[in-house]
């Protein structure tokens, strides 16, 4: 059984604790290869050899054949890929090129196309269905020109859904149009192949699946080319300067192949832990799920996701926060969905864009497990959760 924190710990779409061979692993390299990669010296070419093998680990269990750019994580990672793809698809003169992102992105890809918005760029939302999945047929109309480029989320953080990304990256590729994909929360939960996806650039970063905040990857296809954000010393070749993180690289490649690792020996223990999970808390009043539901499509959710919209005796929403603050003091952490993405209100944008109404789209929350936990860990939520429920009131219409 997993240390009475980790036990209750059930916000891992958040973040996750540094697994114990990944924080062994960074302490040996940071007393080992702590100088500067790019120093010519003995200790500086031992960080680099260090990076370098970090680097082709990761590009070996991530199917990577072409350009792999440490970055300080999944933010980062987002606006290199938007902008400096941007950078070399138009150059501000003629009609505006148009980007597309779907309604239920992260804050981060939002922001991004925010600013491609004030470069001229024209952006459009692909809708999402009321499992918050992409409309392909509306993603097909609005691929032909002027669009240039595409930024989709392939696994939502707040109701789990999976987009179709084989089907998206067919389209992308008859259309010509660059796509990048934010697969955060993907990393850690499903292996792949990127050279196989046919997608172009891929955003990553290692704190979802045990390994060091700090650091993301940005992963491209050969050919593709970036501006990079700023200047420097023209590290990772020439699109990410700044003195590399040689100890989180390493930590990153050692949480990658220790989840590999525990996907190819059990790939269905997640899944079915949480289907187990799932099965025990919409026994209980006022808990319904929303997203897709994983006993009729399996594929179409993260494997260790489960969010859920929250209601009283009177069938009134409950507010979600009120939720999460009180399953805090049963020793549970969750949360209201996405924390980054809630509105002062508590009102989703994600629920909001998949067709929800106001009160409903404050009433979500969201369990995420770890690969720590085990069925007894989570015998008592239901109760927990039931309890909080009865105590909890609903917001005043």
């Known amino acids: 059984m997993a240390s009475a ?108 196309a925010e600013r491609l918005g004030d470069l001229g760029w024209q952006i459009s939302r692909v809708p999402v269905n009321r499992e918050g999945l992409l409309e392909l047929d509306q993603l097909e109309t609005l691929l032909k020109p002027p669009t240039r480029l595409v930024s989709l989320i392939w696994g939502q953080s707040e109701v789990g859904s999976l987009m179709p990304l084989a089907a998206i990256a067919q389209r992308c590729q008859q259309a010509g149009v660059l796509l990048h994909v934010d697969a955060v ?23 979802k699946l045990r390994g060091p905040r700090g650091i993301g990857l940005l992963l491209a296809r050969a050919g593709v080319r970036l501006k990079p954000l700023f ?28 989840r590999l690792a525990l996907l190819e020996a059990a790939p269905r223990a997640m899944a079915g832990l949480r289907d187990g999970l799932l ?15 994983p006993r009729r499509s399996p594929s179409d959710r993260l494997p260790h996701h489960i969010s ?34 809630s509105h002062g209100d508590g009102r989703s944008p994600v629920l909001s864009a998949m067709g929800y109404d106001p009160l409903t789209a404050a009433s979500g929350i969201r369990i995420t497990l770890g690969d720590w936990h085990r069925p007894d860990d989570l015998l008592a939520l239901p109760e927990v959760l039931s309890r909080a429920i009865r105590v909890s009131r609903p917001e005043l219409r």
Request: contains cysteine; charged residues 15%; aromatic residues 4%.
């Open 5 to 112: 924190t980790l036990q209750g710990y059930l916000d891992c779409s958040a973040t996750t604790p540094l697994a114990p061979e990944v924080a062994s692993a960074m302490a040996a390299v940071q007393a080992s290869a702590w100088a500067n990669p790019s120093s010519l010296h003995g200790p500086g070419l031992a960080a680099a050899e260090t990076l370098e093998r970090s680097r082709q680990r990761l590009a070996e269990a991530l199917g990577c054949s072409g350009q792999l750019c440490f970055t300080s994580g999944g933010t980062e990672s987002i606006h290199l890929a938007l902008l400096g793809a941007a950078a070399h698809l138009w150059d501000g003169t003629g009609s505006a090129p148009r980007c597309l992102i779907s309604a239920v992105e992260h804050p981060a890809t939002t922001a991004a």
């Open 185 to 207: 929360q993907v990393l850690g939960q499903l292996p792949f192949d990127f050279d196989a996806l046919g997608v172009d650039l891929m955003s990553l970063a290692a704190h």
């Open 231 to 258: 200047g420097g010393g023209g590290q990772e070749g020439g699109w990410r300067s700044g003195t590399e993180p040689v100890a989180l690289a390493a930590g990153f490649a050692e949480a990658v192949e220790r």
């Open 279 to 293: 099965t025990s808390l919409l026994e209980q009043p006022g808990l319904a799920l929303v997203g897709p539901d």
């Open 308 to 341: 859920l919209l929250v209601s009283g005796q009177d069938g009134r929403p409950l507010p979600g926060r009120a939720l999460v603050k009180q399953l805090s003091k049963e020793g549970y952490a969750i949360s209201s969905g996405s924390a980054c993405q």
